[in-house]
T-cell receptor, first 113, second 114 residues
């Protein structure tokens, strides 16, 4: 099963970029990389996803290495409201692979004033 | 506004009682999911449904049951057979079963069984 490795916690100064790494060395060719975040006692919120190319939306940028074994989520200008647990997940192709959707412990990001 | 609603936000039950958690979505999504989250842990898949009147067990289905009689609704029953029912329960939906679709989550129900 594809799974991910993330640092347990990170700190970032408000207004600076937050770069959250994720290792997914066992990812297979048809698996997407997804990022979600979860603010305490709320449901996870989708941030961004990608397959091979770098992606950007209004929330963040996703940089995927050429070998696809790792990725980085970038929050360009972190605010206090970005304090949350960030999950990196890989997801396979067909419906049965939903059973392989493994949520790790994520990275607890603290944005400091 | 489109989204997923879960009710209630907090639920308290006595041990030995069955309890049903509600999940409704108005996103017209085909697939729906139930997850359980314990303190300091990631989400674990309980059940999922890709279409009305069909559902599959996830990784920790024992002690739980679901139904999918309507596209919009996917209630989860926590039965007395579930040994450790106290947890944060999250419902999610997705437009399709493919791997390029993101999941949308509800606000969660925190169940406490004493």
């Amino acid at each position: 099963d594809a799974k991910t490795t993330q640092p347990t916690s990170m700190d970032c100064a408000e207004g600076r970029a937050a770069n959250l790494p994720c290792n997914h060395s066992t990812i297979s060719g048809n698996e997407y990389v997804y990022w979600y975040r979860q603010i305490h006692s709320q449901g996870p919120q989708y941030i961004i996803h990608g397959l091979k190319n770098n992606e950007t939306n209004e929330m963040a940028s996703l940089i995927i290495t050429e070998d696809r074994k790792s990725s980085t989520l970038i929050l360009p200008h972190a605010t206090l409201r970005d304090t949350a647990v960030y999950y990196c997940i890989v997801r396979g192709y067909n419906a049965g692979n939903n059973r392989k959707l493994i949520w790790g412990l994520g990275t607890s990001l603290a944005v400091n004033p | 506004d489109g989204g997923i609603t879960q009710s209630p936000k907090y639920l308290f039950r006595k041990e030995g009682q069955n309890v049903t958690l509600s999940c409704e979505q108005n996103l017209n999504h085909d697939a729906m999911y139930w997850y359980r989250q314990d303190p300091g842990q990631g989400l674990r898949l309980i059940y999922y449904s890709q279409i009305v009147n069909d559902f599959q067990k996830g990784d920790i289905a024992e002690g739980y049951s679901v139904s999918r009689e309507k596209k919009e609704s996917f209630p989860l029953t926590v039965t007395s057979a579930q040994k450790n029912p106290t947890a944060f329960y999250l419902c999610a939906s997705m437009r399709g079963a493919g791997n390029s679709y993101e999941q949308y989550f509800g606000p969660g129900t925190r169940l406490t069984v004493t």
